[in-house]
């Protein structure tokens, strides 16, 4: 053979060997069928948003568009403050619009927030934060340029049917300073969220490839923006006997890596870069993988692989958990399709997400339960009656909502020395049995809480007056004290009356501003926090009201009771009697002492010059100069001497 012509035939078999490969995996038949495998994913990707950097802002404000496919739905939201240490929490004005009933559950410890909302929104017990309705709006640029008036606009996001949302407060540093809102983006660290709706994960069989080994593929789709990230990918496969044979084929952007997690041995297949979580340091290379379905098929069966137990794509995520019901080739277990996300009307009763909104309201010595008719409608629940343990407590019918409302002393309730509990029995139109749900309130009738002001961080000795500038020390206790119920300042302000100004102090159990500080609990788990008074107003206030929100939590019990008590205060201005004495005092006192010595100097200088000997006087002529020269200089120095204290005055 000639030589010049055994490259050609090199390139033509390597060719031949690339078709017939490629044509291998488009010729694979698999027929996906849903299966019954679970996977869940939390994303920082969204349909419309956008992340700004505001590090001069006193108050953030982030905005959440929360659309929903259904009628009721639940959100856990969590609100994480700075890592950054040092750094004073900022005031955040959170923004939550909703167009369908969402049951919100929110966690935002230690950050003082203010929350405004639309009457979609229903809290899962107290909110624990300072909340407002937002106004009506007709269009989501009349709510833009609304919130953009409360402070600088850090976050804006809109979600499709989310379950919950992570929502970081540190600063991001590569993002522009203003927030402009842009389709499908991704959010990092600021944002991340899992939705409702669980992921379409199917699977088949593998034709023509004998034993038991099974495949698990996750394929994870480009996102609108290219950078390095890390995907954790937790793999739980329930077997009932030893470890399956199988592989885990992970295919994504080549910028991601992997960090994966399993609860069996298993075959690794993937792009990039993956690590294990026992050994997260030690980074293995990956491989070249197909792009598109049919080629990573093709991958499993060349692996070996006689079925695809799961098979899902996913937009970019940061975290991936893969639950698999069955494995180890005891035959693939088809589900029927995905239900839909709309209940039809024939539906029956959501029972359980009816108890759900069951909460009760604690008063001083009141429970109070309130349904509201529209979401009883919504669950495609008929409420036949609505009672607490004793039938003869019927809640009242009102035009929109169901108001079932007794005293700690009747209705069946069980009065304990610091809990008062009670049964609400719901009867369903639906369903022959009753439902029966457990509501608990704080008995605060042995209970009495004290709110005391002191002058010294020593709380030894309190008091009714404070002074303008100086440093007052706020206690709340509560007697007699319970190891049960924890006592949590929720918000504290200082009144001025209504020409002054109100101060806010303490606000979601975070100290407002510099000038607050929250102390170390006393001895007794008393609250304790200390301001500072300005030391100028105008007007001068002359008295004032404090008044603090608590919190009384339990450890077994929700939901958390709420009471408000307050003291009046005396405010006095500095330099008063036995207070000392202050500028515009020394400079009166100043002035005074150096008038009266002027006009002692001029008596004197009058009384020399009338009463010397004749024999020693000099001429008129002689005497008029120099007498003329030391008036002018006598009255240049008094006249510049007096315009020191008018300009002390001045700036005083």
Same mark, same amino acid.
């Given at each position: 053979m000639d030589r010049t012509a055994l490259p050609l035939v090199v390139a033509l078999l390597l060719a031949i060997c690339s078709l017939r490969h490629t044509g291998l995996?488009?010729?694979?038949?698999?027929?996906?069928?849903?299966?019954?495998?679970?996977?869940?994913?939390?994303?920082?990707?969204?349909?419309?948003?956008?992340?700004?950097?505001?590090?001069?802002?006193?108050?953030? $404000?982030?905005?959440?568009?929360?659309?929903?496919?259904?009628?009721?739905?639940?959100?856990?939201?969590?609100?994480?403050?700075?890592?950054?240490?040092?750094?004073?929490?900022?005031?955040?004005?959170?923004?939550?619009?909703?167009?369908?009933?969402?049951?919100?559950?929110?966690?935002?410890?230690?950050?003082?927030?203010?929350?405004?909302?639309?009457?979609?929104?229903?809290?899962?017990?107290?909110?624990?934060?300072?909340?407002?309705?937002?106004?009506?709006?007709?269009?989501?640029?009349?709510?833009?340029?609304?919130?953009?008036?409360?402070?600088?606009?850090?976050?804006?996001?809109?979600?499709?049917?989310?379950?919950?949302?992570?929502?970081?407060?540190? #600063?991001?540093?590569?993002?522009?300073?203003?927030?402009?809102?842009?389709?499908?983006?991704?959010?990092?660290?600021?944002?991340?969220?899992?939705?409702l709706t669980r992921a379409s994960v199917r699977g088949c069989?593998?034709?023509?490839?004998?034993?038991?080994?099974?495949?698990?593929? $996750?394929?994870?789709?480009?996102?609108?923006?290219?950078?390095?990230?890390?995907?954790?990918?937790?793999?739980?496969?329930?077997?009932?006997?030893?470890?399956?044979?199988?592989?885990?084929?992970?295919?994504?952007?080549?910028?991601?890596?992997?960090?994966?997690?399993?609860?069996?041995?298993?075959?690794?297949?993937?792009?990039?870069?993956?690590?294990?979580?026992?050994?997260?340091?030690?980074?293995?290379?990956?491989?070249?993988?197909?792009?598109?379905?049919?080629?990573?098929?093709?991958?499993?069966?060349?692996?070996?692989?006689?079925?695809?137990?799961?098979?899902?794509?996913?937009?970019?995520?940061?975290?991936?958990?893969?639950?698999?019901?069955?494995?180890?080739?005891?035959?693939?277990?088809?589900?029927?399709?995905?239900? #839909?996300?709309?209940?039809?009307?024939?539906?029956?009763?959501? #029972?359980?997400?009816?108890?759900?909104?069951i909460q009760p309201k604690c008063s001083e010595d009141v429970m109070t339960v309130v349904l509201k008719k529209d979401l009883i409608s919504t669950l495609r629940c008929t409420i036949t009656s609505l009672t607490f343990s004793d039938p003869s407590c019927q809640a009242e019918d009102r035009d929109d909502q169901f108001v079932l409302r007794s005293t700690y002393s009747s209705c069946g309730m069980a009065v304990t020395e610091n809990v008062v509990s009670n049964e609400v029995v719901v009867n369903l139109f639906s369903s022959s049995s009753l439902q029966w749900k457990k509501v608990h309130c704080i008995n605060m009738e042995s209970l009495s809480f004290q709110l005391g002001l002191y002058l010294s961080p020593h709380f030894l000795q309190a008091s009714n007056t404070i002074e303008l500038g100086q440093q007052g020390f706020v206690q709340v206790s509560m007697t007699p004290s319970i190891p049960e119920l924890t006592l949590q300042l929720d918000s504290c302000q200082l009144d001025l009356g209504p020409e002054g100004d109100t101060v806010e102090l303490i606000q979601s159990q975070t100290a407002k501003g510099s000038c607050v500080s929250l102390l170390s609990p006393g001895p007794g788990g008393d609250v304790r926090f200390s301001f500072l008074l300005r030391g100028y107003m105008v007007p001068t206030p002359t008295t004032g009201t404090l008044t603090c929100t608590v919190a009384l939590r339990s450890r077994s019990l929700s939901p958390e009771t709420h009471r408000t008590i307050s003291m009046r205060l005396n405010i006095v201005s500095p330099g008063l009697p036995d207070k000392g004495l202050v500028l515009p005092a020394v400079l009166g006192i100043t002035f005074g002492a150096f008038l009266i010595g002027a006009l002692l100097t001029a008596a004197l200088w009058y009384i020399y010059s009338h009463t010397r000997p004749p024999g020693k006087r000099e001429p008129v002529v002689a005497v008029a100069a120099p007498a003329s020269s030391e008036s002018s200089s006598t009255n240049h120095s008094i006249g510049s001497t007096q315009s020191t204290p008018c300009s002390t005055s001045s700036m005083a």
């Open positions: 995996a488009e010729t694979i038949h698999c027929d996906l069928q849903p299966v019954d495998a679970e996977v869940t994913y939390i994303t920082s990707q969204v349909s419309e948003g956008c992340v700004a950097q505001v590090p001069n802002a006193t108050v953030e $404000v982030h905005i959440l568009f929360l659309e929903s496919s259904r009628e009721l739905s639940e959100l856990e939201l969590t609100i994480q403050k700075s890592k950054q240490n040092g750094t004073r929490p900022r005031e955040v004005f959170l923004v939550l619009s909703a167009k369908k009933n969402v049951l919100l559950q929110l966690q935002a410890p230690g950050i003082p927030l203010y929350l405004a909302f639309n009457p979609k929104l229903i809290f899962q017990g107290h909110p624990g934060v300072n909340t407002t309705e937002l106004p009506s709006f007709t269009t989501k640029s009349q709510l833009l340029a609304w919130a953009d008036t409360k402070g600088s606009i850090a976050s804006i996001a809109e979600l499709n049917d989310p379950q919950s949302i992570l929502l970081r407060l540190d #600063q991001a540093p590569k993002s522009p300073s203003f927030c402009n809102l842009e389709p499908l983006v991704d959010m990092g660290h600021t944002l991340e969220w899992s939705p069989r593998l034709e023509g490839v004998p034993g038991h080994k099974e495949a698990h593929i $996750v394929r994870v789709l480009p996102g609108p923006e290219a950078g390095p990230r890390t995907v954790t990918v937790k793999v739980e496969l329930r077997c009932a006997s030893g470890d399956p044979e199988a592989v885990l084929i992970l295919q994504g952007p080549s910028h991601v890596s992997w960090l994966i997690d399993a609860n069996h041995n298993m075959q690794i297949w993937t792009t990039g870069e993956y690590s294990f979580k026992i050994f997260p340091e030690k980074n293995i290379r990956g491989f070249v993988l197909p792009d598109t379905p049919q080629g990573l098929l093709g991958e499993a069966r060349r692996l070996n692989a006689s079925m695809v137990a799961s098979f899902v794509e996913l937009p970019l995520a940061s975290v991936v958990s893969l639950q698999a019901h069955s494995c180890g080739g005891g035959g693939l277990q088809t589900s029927p399709p995905p239900v #839909q996300t709309t209940p039809p009307p024939t539906e029956s009763c959501n #029972q359980e997400l009816l108890l759900s909104l």
